[in-house]
């Protein structure tokens, strides 16, 4: 089925219905996803190991991560356009082969410096997140968008991958030279990304339909960029640095986070952070089909509320109450201590409020901005991982401030609180606007007299 542009070109819709080859397109978008972002978010575990061998204090080695995720992040914008435009079989493929040689080359570092920059090259990965998005609501129609978008999103759970299979091979090849002079340890990861992303590459021309649907092929730049001006897409920007960048950044410094913290060897640490992903992954799905029936609005209260209680909870995890007699003694009431299980469990939870939060703020795009949602999509996804860029650092700075782990958490209270707020305000001045009367009359007997056949 084709539309006629007002321009008279020919072009297909955006989301009307459901293409043929539409699954192929989720499935396999939905796989290189996934790999792409355990590349882009390797460093979480290898950057341990690394800072080992060359010495970098904690700040130094943020900075790592937060190179990479800055790349990911800063071209989200222009690839999602550009997938509206050229179709996202082009770009995908393009995307696989070129991260795949930064990605190699990453075995090969042996110095701080160089380290920073394949580290920033190896972050382009993290920008097929808004290439999958233009891509699967061109081939879905609206009632099935939430769900594709969704379920191609829960390749988030790609940050989970180098979480398992690192450990064990780094310990396991770690000080012995490998066919073709590759060297093991660390060092190995990097070099068997590289093999499966040209893998992908090839696979993706092969398996996708070659007759893309391009949902801005003939649409202007400006017509294009025409959505950016509304302040909502900032809203929601914020609202996917909350549930998105935090995400990022979290899954990055969680690692660290259980050694330095609790004593655990990396491998206990690695699979602990994994309860952490999976659910903020894989639930992703989850919050897209109940955004699809309920609203994407209701999951949001339900997300920010989540997320305040248990960073709330983290960001205190031991105290008690000192109180201050009038003879000048005092008493200590309700100490608590927050061990391990405890922590775990409240990560795993804030993890299942971001899953379902993510899906819900992209179930926005479409029904606000269905003909925009490469470009609308692009900075929501673009702001989105700058939060990720900005977070880790700030949690290593507010740490060397305070002297406090727990600051990590108090940093994610307050953005958390910030959306929250936001999101509330104007959704009352929404309701203002549409009721003036019933707003300005609430409480008056007028008004109670009137409703009185109201339902509860």
Known sequence: MSVTHPHGDEVIPPVHQTGPGANRVLAMSTIDFTVMFA??????????????????????????????????????????????????????????????????????????????????????????FSVGIAWNAAWFGRDRQGFALGLFGAGNVGASVTKFIGPPLIAGTAGMTLAFGIQGGWRLVPVLYAVLLVTLALLTW????????????????????????????????????AVFGAYV??????????????????????????????????????????????????VMYATFSLMLLTTGILMMPNGHIVILHADGSQTSHLGYTLGLPWFVMLVFLLGCAMGIGKAAVYKHIPEYFPDNVGSVGGLVGMLGGLGGFVLPPLFAYTKLWTGFPTSTFFTLFVLTLIAAVWMHVTIVRMLHAQSPDLADHFDTDHISTSTSGATA
């Open 39 to 128: 590349v882009w978010l390797m460093f979480g575990i290898l950057g341990i190991e690394i800072q080992k061998e060359l010495l970098l204090s904690d700040v130094e080695l943020s900075w790592v991560t937060a190179l990479a995720v800055l790349n990911g992040s800063m071209w989200r914008l222009p690839a999602g356009m550009l997938t509206e435009r050229i179709g996202g079989r082009k770009v995908t493929i393009f995307m696989l082969a070129t991260t795949a040689i930064p990605a190699y080359f990453v075995s090969m570092a042996h110095s701080y410096g160089v380290l920073l920059i394949l580290a920033f090259l190896v972050g382009f990965a993290g920008n097929l």
């Open 206 to 241: 092969l398996i996708v339909p070659r007759h893309d649907r391009l949902a801005g092929q003939s649409k202007p730049i400006m017509v294009m960029l025409a959505p950016l001006k509304h302040i909502r897409v900032w809203r929601f920007s914020l609202y996917y640095v």
């Open 249 to 298: 950044a979290l899954s990055a410094w969680l690692p660290k986070y259980y050694v330095d913290n609790f004593q655990l060897d990396l491998y206990s640490a690695a699979l602990l952070t994994a309860t952490f992903i999976f659910p903020a992954s894989l639930l992703r799905p989850v919050g897209g089909w109940v955004s699809d029936r309920i609203g994407a609005r209701k």
